[in-house]
């Protein structure tokens, strides 16, 4: 909380992007900064609060994170920060990274050269739903549904047009996933998010493919 005052009763709230409640519509106002000045999150309000950054190499040896303001005596509570290593072999040259939506809307088709050997890694959560339990809202990351699921289930929702899988049937804390390396049997891919209902779908997942040499 980024400040004490209220409008219509509701208390000023901020996330690590916006600034809500108080102040009526969601107003972008990013708060969360870090010492690589990557850029975080999609542009757009999540109600379940959860932003990402795309994935990143690392250009220096360590990073920190802050919030700002521009007065902090009035501030209150704090942000839960996680950040994940993507493991990728040392052989491995990115292709395409970018960020497959909830809404069911495909990637673009990423060129592949057949026979060559690629490895797909996905990261992230995103919510598929709006309904919540015990106060913690429905997520989900590529393989599993968890927070109001309670135990984390297995819903593999993250699919691509190969058919390669990315998931090993446990559930990953940190939410990074990543196929075994695979021989392209065609010259495309493409990724998308699998639900049965896309209208209360928000958030993205962060995918990349390296190519292995």
């Not at 994940?84 to 052989?91: D, E, F, H, L």
């Not at 919540?132 to 993250?158: R, V």
Request: proline share 5%.
């Amino acid at each position: 909380m980024l400040g004490n005052w209220t409008k219509n009763g509701q208390p000023l709230v901020n996330d690590a992007q916006y600034e809500f409640n108080a102040v009526g519509r969601p107003t972008p106002y990013p708060i969360l900064k870090n010492s690589l000045s990557l850029p975080l999150g999609d542009g757009k309000f999540h109600s379940d609060h959860i932003y990402e950054s795309t994935v990143f190499t690392a250009t220096k040896d360590e990073m920190n994170f802050f919030i700002y303001d521009t007065n902090y005596s009035d501030n209150k509570g704090s942000l839960a920060v996680e950040i994940a290593q993507v493991n990728a072999p040392s052989n491995a040259i990115n292709i395409w990274k970018g960020e497959v939506s909830s809404d069911g809307g495909p990637s673009p088709a990423i060129q592949l050269t057949q026979g060559k050997t690629y490895q797909i890694v996905v990261t992230g959560q995103m919510s598929l739903g709006t309904w919540s339990k015990n106060g913690k809202q429905l997520a989900n990351d590529a393989c599993f549904e968890f927070a109001a699921a309670g135990t984390p289930i297995h819903i593999p929702c993250f699919q691509n047009t190969l058919n390669i899988n990315v998931c090993d049937d446990k559930f990953h804390s940190n939410h990074v996933y990543q196929s075994q390396p695979f021989a392209a049997e065609k010259d495309s891919i493409s990724f998308w998010i699998f639900d049965t209902d896309y209208s209360d779908n928000s958030g993205n997942l962060q995918v990349q493919l390296n190519q292995i040499k």
